[in-house]
């Protein structure tokens, strides 16, 4: 407080004050900021160890307030699948790309939902490898240009994107699938609410969380910041709709409650 | 403790139960399976974690996270799983967290067979995964060996947070004999004894993290230089070895697991047939026992290493031994195994005063699968 000021907004405890190595206009920061918001109204940032994952989120060790591994490329949810079993009283969470969980964890993803762990995954898809410059993702929309598809996603040789989250949404187990996006604040207030939702179910023991997030790439989709936003609501909105792809018995009687 | 008859593979994942082994997380593969089969059992009635993973690369990088959340924990498979494994095994040692790997190893390369070999000492031995690390590799000879090194090597392995691999083969997996099992452990529950490194929540302290990942070179160097230390101190204090014959042998037969218990037989035969030969078997392969090696190599007139593989630990061995004395190899490959009788014809043939000339010097006739060490690799490896 300064003076007699009342601060009406602070950085969450859960966040340490590291300047984050994000590009402008990235929207990582913005999704690690409601996570850090997630744990702290929930008072747990004490009791969570995060899972760092290989992209450009790999250092998010550095800027979350709590205990942090940092995974081999894709391995994410099976790492957080041995500290669960380790810590079944901790909050143990995810943080991954779409190349980390669409492409090499393919496998770890479908079988940690399967097993419905008792965790929670924030799924980041900005279609795109960020962090090795550019390239082509499972997640890229067709006739995407990126380094590694210069002539635009071909999808009769690279197939069509993976939607992920419906693609889970199959199996029995899982208590809370959901895609969000960060594009406006009305749908960072709708993100903010599902973050919540994914922590609570996994508080509650009822298995299995994720939330999609539909997110920025400015750089390497080669837009300004406020274009990047632009394209996330005009070219991925229509490939990715939002929504709640599983909700389980229990998560509903949770949700209600 | 009376002893009882146990089938190798369940007497390790019972050596690790009593050792307290808190969580195991594993994949079927023969001839390893019975030891997840039994901890499939064991481990829930304990009220521990067991779980069968998608697959070994899922399986290891539990363990990983096990490891980090500060757990006893283990894996086990046989070789091509644990080529699957190989990536979080560089990160395990990178991240210095303890964890136990059993490797049942098997015939390769490829899917191969199910038969015993150990091939795959140039993996286990030297790193197998990127970057340089150096896990503990401890190799029974048999089922009461591999308890008792089962049991030994949680604490190997939070001693150095490092990983300790049990380095056996189908054979060992696969055999039964008269064991006496060390007595089951009490243990602290996981998290309650704070080591400074386990990721538990930071409750009440600061938070910690667990990674691999060091962008400068200089802070990568500083991980390299401290990852060497912890591999010296390991060579310093941890070489594991055992003779028989070996301090006045003329010829010493070097072997190790279950290619030592086979050339034991030859050796004693040999021995009582009035040949001074010697069965020198490390125990630990790495640290390889290479000053012991060469203490006895400048003793020795000749050595004679036989493998279960195209002549692996032979590099380290001449590393040890090759200025001073010659070294015969005796091999045999693809699960093949020799009867004692070939290594006994191995032994005569390379003994310095019977079967050859002496030291090397005139021409000998070989048995079939061994050859004299001399000239170059490619007239080493062309095998007739
Ligand atoms: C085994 C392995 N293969 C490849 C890489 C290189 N790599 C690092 S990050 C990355 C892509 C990450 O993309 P994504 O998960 O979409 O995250 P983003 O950077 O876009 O946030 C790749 C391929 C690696 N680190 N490890
Ligand atoms: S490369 Fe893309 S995803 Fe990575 S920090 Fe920059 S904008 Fe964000």
Redesign the interface.
Known sequence: MIGNLIPVYERPHALTETVTHYCPGCTHGLIHKLVAETLDEMGV?????G??SVGCS??S??Y?????????HG?AP??????????PD?IVFTYQGDGDLAAIGT??II?TAARNENITVIFVNNGIYGMTGGQMAPTTLPGMKTTSSPAGRDVKLTGAPIRMSEMLATLDGPAFIARRSVHNPANVNRTRKAIRAAFEAQRQGLGFSIVEILSSCPVNWGKTPVDALKFIEDGMLPYYPLGDFKVSEAMKALLRA | MARELWKGNEAIAEAAVRAGL??Y?GYPITPQTELLEYLAVRMPALGR?F?Q???E???I???????????R?MTSSSSPGVSLMQ??LS?IAATEVPMVLVDMMRGGPGLGNLAPTQADYFQLVKGGGHGDYRPIVLAPDSVQEAVDLTYVSFDLAERYRNIVIIAADGNIGQMMEPVEMPPLRERPP??SVDRGWE??????RP???????NLSPEEMARVNASLQNKAAAIAAHEVRYSERFAEDADLLVVAFGSAARIAQTAVRQAREEGLNVGLFRPISLFPFPTDRLAHLATRAQRLLVVELNAGQMLEDVRLAAGAYAPIDFFGRMGGVLPMPDEIYDAIRSAYPHVGGNGNGKGKRSLPAGMRPLTGSWSERMSLN
């Open positions: 940032t004490e009791q969570t160890i899972v760092a790999v250092f060790y550095n979350f307030n709590c205990d942090f591994a940092s995974a081999a391995r099976a790492m957080a699948t041995g500290i669960k079993r380790v810590h901790r496998g770890e079988h | 808190e969580a997380f974690a779980l993973a998608e697959s690369l899922a399986a990088n539990m363990v990983y996270g096990a490891a980090v959340a500060g757990a924990t990536e979080a990160y996981v998290g990721l538990t929540g930071a409750v009440g938070r910690r993290i667990a990674h691999s990942l």
